[in-house]
């Protein structure tokens, strides 16, 4: 693995040589790795200038990933681990029901309850968090179904088709066609940052893009958005961790 010594720091990073010609691509994955994908016979220097005028945004986004990998290890998928929904801490607890076989979560009060097969140990997490996601994903859908009947009428605006995915990067979209799409993630976050979201893709049913008539119709309906724009901001990141479950 090449390694970049600058600034009395080291970066190891991964390097991958694309057959495609165009300009070098790079990324820091969430377990702090560094990767590089530049087009053959690119230079070692040119590729290290290219690391070097990053250097320090590379850094910084390195010690914030190792920061919130401490914060938030990775879930064991066992009774009594703590699931944030909403506002609130949810307890989990497993029970093993030979003839369940598909695997299926359910509330009740402050316990997440989790009714899963034989699976073998090997299976059991990856069995464990998609139905855990599935959960979520059911209970995002609920609350979504719900603020747009509660705003569509104001907005003027008429939600076509509602879906939930588990996106990697974004939060929520919506197509020209008046679909729109919701990631999992956000039953983890509070509920009145959801609700922004929503009723910002619900505005976006209204208004394409992201100009002042857009923001002028998301405060229309939530006067304080900008203060969960600034939640989405500092935590938005954290939200990824939690969830990343494998
Ligand atoms: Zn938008």
Known sequence: MPALVYKNKTINYHLTPSK????IVMRVNKDASVHVRAPRFTSINYIEGFLKERFDWI???QNSFKKLAGLYPAKEFRTGEMFPLFD???KLNIERAKKQRVPICELDGKNLNLFIGDVVDLKFKAAASCAIRDFYGAQIKMRAIDIAGKYSKFLNVKMRKLSIGNQKRIWGS?????DIRLNWRLALMPFDVM???VVHELCHLKVHGHCAKFWKAVEGVLPDY???RGWLRRNGL???FISDWG
């Not at 495609?20 to 300009?23: K, P, T």
């Not at 919506?174 to 008046?178: E, L, V």
């Open 59 to 61: 850094i910084k986004r």
């Open 226 to 228: 900008r203060k969960h």
């Open 238 to 240: 954290s939200v990824f």
């Open 88 to 90: 609130q801490s949810l």
């Open 20 to 23: 495609r010609r165009g300009s």
């Open 174 to 178: 919506c197509s020209r066609k008046g």
């Open 195 to 197: 609700e922004y979201i």
